[in-house]
C-alpha cells in the first residue's frame, strides 16, 4: 500500500463519496462509509462486477455493498457454506470425496464418499452427518480467517493434482487462464468460481441433515435471513436428478472437464446422438404411460420460463399419435380475463402471471363440457385490445382425441379444481443441469434458463440482454410463487437440459453478453455468465439436429412455433 495517497471512491448505497487511503480493502471501506447491515456485507460491487470482501481499491471507483437479501450475496454465503463443509470433511476423514451435487429441498445435496483402511467404501450415517455438522459448528465459531491468493494456472494445477482433486485439475488445464485464484482456510485449500466471506465467524446460520444416502446442506432464506429457507419434498425432482447422474457415470460425463475433453477428442457427436436419443425415450416413456391410463381427457405441460415447454409439448403429441391419441392443443393464454379484471401486483401493475388472470370458471366448465362430449366455442384473448372474444372455433372431442394444455398454472390443483383427477395426466418439465464445474462447482439451472432466455428474447422479440437480465428476478419470483410449489403434484417428470448444451448455446450468448456495458446494473451478472461460459469449449451448432429442443432457442427447428 503506498502510504500517504488517497482516491476517491463512491459508495452507491447511501450516495456518499469517500476519500481513502490507497489499498484499502472493502472491509475498511464498509467500516468508513458508515452503513449497517443486518447480514452484510457478504460481497461487493466494484464499478458492477462482484468482489469479495477482500478487494482492494487502487484508482477511482463506484462500490455497492451487497447482503443476504440479494441472489449475489446469498452466492457468496452458500460458497462459504460448501468452503467450510468440505475442509471439516477433510478433517474428519482424510480419505474423501466431496461432491456438491444437486440443488433440490431449497438446499444442497452433497455426496461423500469414504474409504476405509482397506480401501473399502463406507456409507455416511445419521451419527456421521452430526459429526460433520459439529465439526462445520466449531470451524465457524473459531472465526477462522479465509484467504484468498493468485497463483499461475500452471501453479495451482499442479497443486490441486498433488492433493488428487482431479476435476479441478481438468476444468483449469482447459479454462485458458494465465492466473487462478484459490482459497485457504486453516491449511485446506479449494477452487471456487466466485467470491467466498472473508471469515467463518460470518455463517451465522446453517443446516445439516442426513438425506437420502448423502448429506442436505440448508442455506439462509433470502427473504428472512435469519431462518432456513423452507425445508419441501421433492422426491421426483431428486431422483430426476439422480436418474441423469447414472447415465453421466456410464459417460464418463460429470463435470465440465470431462465435457472440454470430449470436445478436444471429437466425440461430441456421439454425445449429441446420446443426450437427443435419451430425451425421446423420456417423452415416447411419458407418452406410452398416458396411453395406459385409460380415461386421460387432458394432459397438463407446465414449467418454469425457458424450460422448452412448447418444443416438449409438440415432441409428446407426436408420441401421443404413435400411441393411437389424436392430441388437441389449447391455449392456456386463450383463457386471460378482460384486462380490467385481471389482478395487480403490490406495485399496482397489472400481474398477468396471477392465478386469477385467468378465467378459471370458463375453463373448468368448458373442459367439462368437452369430456361429456359436448361441443364448445373456444375463447380467444385479443392482446392489442386486452378483451376475452369468441373465436368462432368449436371443438367437440372424439373417442381418440385427448387435451394438450401447456401453461405456467397447469400443475395448480386451484386451475382445474372442478375436473375429475381421473382425467389429468400433468408432465412438469425444466432445464435441470446436471453437469457440474467441477466436484465443489455446482451449475445453477437457472443459470441455464437465462441463458437460453436471453438468447430467445433477442432472437423471436428483439429484447436485448440487458433487458432480459433485469427483468429475470421478476421472472423468477413469478416462478417461485405460481410454478415450483406445485411441480411435485406432477405424474411425470421431464428434463430438458442437455449435457452439451451450454457448449452450443455459448457461440450466442457470449456477443449477446459482450453487449451489456460497465456501467449498467446488469453488467455484473452479464459479466459473471461470461466468466462461467468461459470455462466451456464451443460446439458448432449445426451439429444440432432440427427436431432438437435447443432449436426453440437457437433457431432452425423443424417445428413450427
Known amino acids: 500500500m503506498m502510504t500517504g495517497q488517497t482516491i476517491k471512491v463512491k459508495c452507491k448505497n447511501n450516495g456518499q463519496t469517500l476519500e481513502v487511503p490507497v489499498g484499502t480493502n472493502m472491509e475498511k471501506l464498509y467500516e468508513i462509509s458508515g452503513l449497517s447491515m443486518n447480514y452484510g456485507p457478504v460481497s461487493v460491487k466494484v464499478n458492477n462486477k462482484v468482489e469479495g470482501m477482500h478487494y482492494r481499491v487502487y484508482k477511482q471507483k463506484e462500490v455497492e455493498f451487497l447482503d443476504l437479501y440479494s441472489g449475489t450475496g446469498l452466492r ?8 467450510v463443509l468440505c475442509k471439516a470433511a477433510h478433517d474428519l476423514w482424510a480419505q474423501c470425496k466431496v461432491v456438491i451435487d444437486i440443488p433440490v429441498s431449497n438446499g444442497y ?50 497443486m490441486f493434482r498433488k492433493m488428487g482433486a482431479h476435476s479441478k485439475v481438468k476444468l483449469l488445464e482447459n479454462s485458458g487462464r494465465l492466473f487462478t485464484t484459490y482459497y485457504d482456510l486453516d491449511g485446506y485449500k479449494d477452487y471456487y468460481y466466485g467470491s467466498l466471506l472473508t471469515n467463518t465467524g460470518k455463517l451465522h446460520l446453517f ?8 448429506i442436505l446442506l440448508r442455506i439462509p432464506s433470502t427473504e428472512d435471513p435469519s431462518r432456513l429457507g423452507a425445508f419441501i419434498r421433492q422426491d421426483k425432482m431428486f431422483e430426476i436428478f439422480k436418474e441423469h447422474h447414472r447415465w453421466q457415470e456410464i459417460l464418463g460425463m460429470r463435470t465440465v472437464g470431462d465435457l472440454n475433453a470430449a470436445i478436444d477428442h471429437d466425440k461430441t457427436n456421439a454425445l ?19 396411453a395406459r391410463r385409460k380415461g386421460i381427457k ?13 418444443t416438449t409439448c409438440k415432441r409428446l403429441s407426436i408420441q401421443l399419435a404413435v400411441n393411437g391419441i389424436q392430441p388437441i392443443g389449447i391455449s392456456l393464454d386463450d383463457y386471460f380475463l378482460d384486462r380490467e379484471l385481471t ?12 392465478l386469477h388472470a ?8 368448458q373442459m367439462n363440457a368437452l369430456f361429456r362430449g359436448e361441443e364448445v366455442e373456444l375463447p380467444r384473448y385479443n392482446f392489442q385490445a386486452g378483451k376475452s372474444e369468441w373465436s368462432g372455433k368449436r371443438l367437440q372431442l372424439k373417442g381418440n382425441e385427448v387435451l394438450v394444455v401447456e401453461g405456467i398454472h397447469a400443475l395448480n390443483p386451484e386451475l382445474t379444481a372442478q375436473i375429475p383427477d381421473e382425467q389429468i395426466y400433468r408432465v412438469y418439465a ?11 462447482n455446482y451449475v445453477p439451472t437457472t443459470d441455464n434458463r437465462l441463458l437460453r432466455r436471453i438468447i430467445r428474447d433477442h432472437k423471436y422479440r428483439g429484447v436485448s440482454a440487458r433487458e432480459t437480465i433485469r427483468r429475470w428476478p421478476s421472472v423468477r419470483k413469478g416462478e417461485n410463487r405460481w410454478i415450483f410449489p406445485y411441480q411435485e403434484n406432477a405424474d411425470a417428470m421431464f428434463n430438458s437440459a442437455m449435457l452439451f448444451e451450454l457448449a452450443v448455446i455459448k457461440r450466442q450468448a457470449e456477443p449477446l453478453l459482450e453487449q451489456v456495458y460497465e456501467n449498467c446494473d446488469e453488467y455484473a451478472e452479464a459479466y459473471r455468465l461470461r466468466k462461467f461460459l468461459g470455462y466451456i469449449k464451443p460446439i458448432p451448432e449445426d451439429q444440432i439436429p432440427p427436431t432438437s429442443l435447443l432449436r426453440e432457442f437457437l433457431g432452425g427447428s423443424s417445428f413450427e412455433y
Open 76 to 83: 457468496a454465503y452458500t460458497r462459504t457454506l460448501f468452503f
Open 109 to 158: 445435496y452433497v455426496d461423500i464418499t469414504r474409504t476405509d483402511a482397506d480401501g473399502k467404501r463406507q456409507e455416511i450415517t445419521p451419527d456421521d452427518v452430526s459429526d460433520l455438522r459439529q465439526r462445520m459448528q466449531e470451524l465457524i465459531n473459531a472465526c477462522l480467517d479465509i484467504h484468498r491468493y493468485e497463483a499461475s494456472t500452471e501453479e495451482a494445477i499442479e
Open 207 to 214: 443446516g445439516l441433515e442426513y438425506y437420502y444416502d448423502g
Open 272 to 290: 449429441i446422438q446420446l443426450s437427443e436419443a435419451l430425451q425421446e425415450k423420456k417423452i415416447a416413456q411419458i407418452a406410452d404411460d398416458i
Open 298 to 310: 387432458m394432459v397438463l405441460i407446465a414449467g418454469p420460463s425457458s424450460s422448452g415447454k412448447t
Open 343 to 354: 389482478p395487480k401486483d403490490e406495485t399496482g401493475d397489472y400481474d398477468f402471471e396471477h
Open 358 to 365: 385467468l378465467n378459471i370458471p370458463l375453463l373448468n366448465e
Open 430 to 440: 425444466s432445464a435441470l443441469t446436471t453437469i457440474l464445474l467441477d466436484s465443489h
